[in-house]
């Protein structure tokens, strides 16, 4: 099993940026693939961004492409997402996942560990 805990979210201008972490417990943090969500009120939680056991290979969401990196350093048991050019529809509560594969994954239902999740707020 992994636990994650995230942090890094806050109040941010439009137009700014941000980095969010994921640090999970646990030895085995290289052997799963990584992902990011978010979930606004009323609304389902999405996809954001993913990321593959050894970090070669990304997916992004085409609401942020081009905008968001996801990243992970397996020395540290993290995972990032820095943001750039933020809109006020990305404020949402940011969550990452974490499930064995050597691939990225990009449904929730493909993830059995989350984060409790941090909060994103975007002023215009």
């Known amino acids: 099993q992994v636990q994650l805990v995230e942090f890094g979210g806050r109040l941010v201008q439009a137009g700014g940026s941000l980095r969010l972490s994921c640090v999970a417990s646990?030895?085995?943090?290289?052997?799963?693939?990584m992902g990011w969500f978010r979930q606004a009120p009323g609304k389902e939680r999405q996809f954001v961004a993913a990321?593959?056991?050894?970090?070669?290979?990304?997916y992004y969401s085409d609401s942020v492409k081009g905008r968001f990196t996801i990243s992970r350093d397996n020395a540290k048991n993290t995972l990032y997402l820095q943001t750039s050019s933020l809109k006020p529809e990305d404020a949402a509560v940011y969550y990452c996942?974490?499930?064995?594969?050597?691939?990225?994954?990009?449904?929730?239902?493909?993830?059995?560990?989350w984060g409790q999740g941090t909060q994103v707020t975007v002023s215009s």
């Open positions: 990321i593959s056991r050894t970090g070669d290979i990304t």
């Open positions: 996942a974490a499930q064995l594969s050597d691939y990225y994954l990009i449904l929730v239902s493909d993830y059995d560990y």
């Open positions: 646990g030895r085995t943090f290289s052997s799963y693939a």
